[in-house]
């Protein structure tokens, strides 16, 4: 993900830093006698074995008053099988068009003894979505068994915050971390998802800090489970300059703060202008009450604004500028909106956030690439707004962004001095029971009993609706022709449409949380099937395809479940006339699990049959986003639940 934010606000004094030496850095060097490793039998089934992994990280000093930042990866990788080739014979660099590359050395090492090194005419430029061009490499005449070795080290501007995931897919049998700076420069390397400390010391006026481990088992992505967010990684950060501010802690959550809270609150006396006649001439302030006032805004700016991530230069976030051309980058778009809330006089918070899927905002430790993400919070509501979000309205925000840490930058006054310290809390989600995907369904037999017609109803709130808004008011004709047909056949297992409506797919709905609903009515043959003198009714497919969870291997991560929601499903069947259902009670499923006497999820089904009218209700429910491994057990109960569900077969006999 691309830094949005803090490459716009950290600006660093580079003299206070650099003493104006020439580089001298580390050099990176392999066997010249390689030989093939021999592995335990308990990594014969896996794909690739990881034997040697090294990275650095090293800071030096420049000629002209600069820092330089050089960065070093080293691996050797043992290829097991076709999937270990397939994914090892093409290496990606993750190195930009604007890195300078030093050194770079490959090559593979077949059973027999043979040695292929790099040709250095085969690395290529990939150029990706984003527009940025990057290296890759091919490795040649991989085989089972064979082993493949590479290193290289490219020169970078230097930035004093990062992080190195550790872990992947494969086992790591050796890994290795490590920073050197000149030794004025402190740098924290801080462990997650495992305990091992890192060391530091000093040595010929360089500062080595580094973090080794051992036998690293691979993990495999497993569902409802934030992937990235639970590897072992290291994060590291500048923390002491000894040459200029020895003792004095570098780059806080309150320096942060500062800085966010200056770029976005200092306007100028034409800016302020300029933003008066906007909120007079859209009567803003004649509204009944703030929660009015920020929903009117919000909607108005991304309506007529676009935003544009890119945008980065200075000229282009002027307010004059984003008024005049309606687009802004970061800057401009986060510093309309403040101003248009101070001219209102709606108190608000800037936080900055991190995402819970990747890597969260630590309040020990200040790794400023974690707030990638804008927000404003309102504290009168307890409310937020996420300002770069075209599909999200008040007080939506993209759900990630949420359930995790926040830097909450709090303004405080001293004399006419204005400024903000930090505080670093939770952000809650809306309430679950806000976040909905319900189906309103009545199933009829055809008079040849071949089919049914199907008329139903699916009802989405809160997060669940975001992403049909997005793409229907974003989609050309035939493109929500095809999101119908979609969400149609889930539910009916057919695309013969008889009629359709949308109600509520615009953005506006969201604020107020209206439901977005889709009502089809549908032919189906697909639910209704004849067994000699009987009727099969696929009752379970009218609530749509179903997660299952039917796993070998142990759990390896808690369970993220993106927002805590409800899935209401009521469902109606006409029994047709010298019928009835033989096995109604396999429509009743009861799977709830309670924690301290409260229920947190579950899944239950139950049916009543008045007359000729068999009427089910399916309540599903998450009361929380996130759930320990602990109760996974019990969680995959409930979603096999649902799977279960989906494949009860009602049976219709003749009345004797």
């Known amino acids: 993900m691309k830094k949005k934010f803090l490459p716009l606000i950290i600006v660093l004094l580079s003299g206070q830093y650099l003493f104006g030496q020439a580089p001298d850095i580390e050099k990176e060097t392999w066997s010249a006698k390689p030989k093939i490793n021999m592995l335990d039998n308990k990594y014969s089934k896996e794909s690739a074995v990881i034997i040697y992994d090294s990275r650095r990280v090293e800071f030096a000093d420049q000629a002209k008053e600069d820092i330089a930042e050089y960065y070093t990866i080293h691996k050797i990788i043992h290829i097991n099988d076709d999937r270990g080739i397939e994914d090892f014979n093409k290496i990606y660099l993750g190195i930009s068009e604007k890195s300078d590359i030093v050194d770079i050395k490959a090559r593979t090492l077949l059973p027999g003894g ?29 085989e089972k068994g064979c082993e493949i070795e590479y290193f290289y080290t490219y020169k970078k501007p230097a930035t004093f915050f990062g992080r190195e995931v550790l872990q992947s897919l494969f086992p790591v049998l050796e890994s290795r971390f490590q920073i050197i700076a000149p030794k004025r420069l402190k740098f924290e390397i801080k462990p997650y998802n495992f305990s091992t400390a890192a060391s530091d010391t000093v040595i010929n006026d360089k500062r080595f800090a580094q973090v080794n481990l051992k036998a690293m088992s691979g993990v495999e992505e497993e569902k409802y489970a934030s992937y990235d967010a639970n ?59 703030e929660v009015t006032k920020i929903a009117a805004v919000e909607n108005y700016v991304k309506k007529n604004f676009a935003y544009n991530e890119e945008l980065n230069s200075e000229d282009g976030n002027k307010l004059e500028t984003v008024l005049q051309n309606k687009i802004g980058g970061t800057i401009g778009t986060l510093r309309l909106y403040s101003l248009i809330f101070k001219t209102l006089d709606i108190k608000f918070q800037f936080v900055l956030t991190g995402n819970r899927s990747n890597y969260i905002i630590d309040k020990d430790f200040e790794n400023w690439n974690n707030c990638e993400n804008p927000l404003f919070y309102f504290p009168a509501e307890n409310k937020f707004l996420a300002p770069t979000r075209p599909d999200y309205r008040y007080p939506w925000i993209f759900p990630a962004w949420g359930n995790t840490n926040g830097l909450f930058c709090k303004s405080t006054s001293l004399g006419s001095f204005s400024t903000a310290i930090a505080e670093i809390k939770d952000i809650p989600l809306e309430d679950y029971t806000k976040s909905f995907e319900n189906i309103d369904t009545r199933l009829a037999l055809n008079n040849t009993s071949d089919s049914l017609t199907i008329d139903a109803r699916q009802t989405y709130a809160g997060y669940a609706a975001v992403n049909l808004r997005d793409a229907f008011n974003f989609s050309n004709d035939e493109q929500k022709g095809k999101i119908v047909k979609e969400l149609t056949k889930s539910v009916s297992s057919s695309e013969n449409i008889i009629s359709s409506e949308i109600l509520n797919p615009d953005f506006e709905s969201a604020g107020t949380n209206a439901p977005l609903v889709l009502h089809t009515v549908t032919k189906s043959g697909e639910l209704i099937e004849s067994a000699g003198n009987k009727l099969l009714l696929k009752i379970g497919m009218a609530i749509g395809p179903q997660v299952e969870m039917y796993q070998e291997k142990p759990r390896q991560e808690p369970i993220d479940m993106d927002f805590a929601h409800v899935e209401e499903r009521k469902i109606e069947f006409i029994i047709p006339k010298g019928y009835t259902i033989s096995n109604p009670d396999d429509l009743k499923i009861n799977e709830t699990y309670k924690e301290n006497g409260e229920l947190t999820m579950g899944f239950v089904t139950d049916y009543v ?13 998450y009361r929380r986003t996130l759930y320990p491994i602990n109760q996974f057990e019990q969680f ?18 003749k009345k004797g």
Request: avoid cysteine; charge should be neutral; proline fraction near 0%.
């Open 231 to 289: 590897l072992m990684r290291v994060e590291f950060k500048l923390s002491y300059n000894d040459a200029t501010r020895n003792g004095e802690r570098l780059f806080t959550w309150n320096e942060l703060a500062k800085r966010v809270f200056s770029i976005y609150t200092l306007y100028t006396d034409k800016e302020v202008s300029k933003v008066t006649e906007l909120v007079n001439s859209a009567g803003w302030d004649k509204l009944a009450d």
């Open 114 to 142: 043979k040695t292929i090194e790099l040709d250095q005419s085969n690395i290529k430029d990939l150029k990706e979505q984003d527009g940025n061009v990057y290296k890759i490499f091919a490795m040649e005449g991989l």
């Open 636 to 653: 995959r109960k409930i979603i096999n639940a649902s799977s279960d569900f989906n494949k009860v077969v009602l049976v219709l006999e």
């Open 609 to 621: 049959i008045k007359g000729n009218m068999l009427s089910i209700h399916i309540m599903e429910q």
